[in-house]
């Protein structure tokens, strides 16, 4: 079955205390990215891969980091969580190339107090 | 990336057909239109994409208008789970993709 996973599903966590959300997907597709979403409004895309060892920012990139080591793998790093990273969080992927579909995880629920 | 405008809200009574429409005026030559929905906080869903001409599935229809400038997604007979927030999003799964804030669809008995 077509997956994407992410882990953890509901993190709380205190200011400053470095944290990893793990996003896997077992489709071999080239494109992954990493959105936040906040309470009533729409997804705001992070950062994005568009293969290994290649990444790019999206609209709000500031206060996080990535890596794409590996293919089905695409880790999100908060190395210095504050509260206004409290956010739902979506990993995404697709094959590149116009006409693919996108899928997403089942999201992330992040505190950080 | 281009920037969509969608109406914040809309209701429909139960067994209609549900419009939704979107403009992109600023969408590209390879720029795909995607429809995507949002059941509470789950994963945004897949519905249906295209590029030029409309399409149609099991979901839904698109109707994409002849210069590309905006479209509208057809549930042709809505149901109770139909209820979610749609989003359009111009998109060529090379680079960015920029979600607007959507459309909450209320389905109505």
């Not at chain 2, 109707?63 to 927030?85: G, N, Q, Y």
């Not at chain 2, 749609?86 to 669809?105: E, M, V």
């Amino acid at each position: 079955e077509a997956q994407v996973t992410q882990n953890p599903r509901y993190l709380i966590t205190v200011t400053g205390k470095k944290l990893t959300v793990t996003c896997s997907q077992n489709m071999n597709h080239e494109y992954m990215s990493w959105y936040r979403q906040d309470p009533g409004l729409g997804l705001r895309q992070i950062y994005y891969s568009m293969n290994v060892e290649v990444t790019d920012k999206g609209d709000v990139p500031e206060g996080y980091k990535v890596s794409r080591k590996e293919k089905r793998n695409f880790p999100l790093i908060l190395e210095s969580p504050s509260p206004n990273q409290t956010s739902l969080y979506f990993c995404a992927s697709s094959s590149t190339g116009g006409g693919n579909t996108i899928y997403f995880g089942e999201g992330s629920w992040l505190t950080v107090v | 990336d281009a920037k969509t405008t969608q109406p914040p809200s809309m209701d429909c009574a139960e067994g209609r057909a549900a419009n939704l429409p979107c403009n992109h005026s600023t969408i590209s030559g390879n720029e795909y239109v995607y429809w995507y929905r949002q059941i509470h906080s789950q994963g945004p869903q897949y519905i249906i994409h295209g590029l030029k001409n409309n399409e149609t599935n099991e979901m839904a229809s698109l109707i994409i208008t002849e210069d590309r400038k905006s479209s509208t997604l057809i549930l042709p007979h809505a149901t109770l789970r139909d209820t979610a927030v749609y989003y359009c999003i111009p998109h060529t799964n090379a680079g960015k993709s920029t979600f607007g804030d959507g459309t909450t669809l209320t389905v109505k008995p």
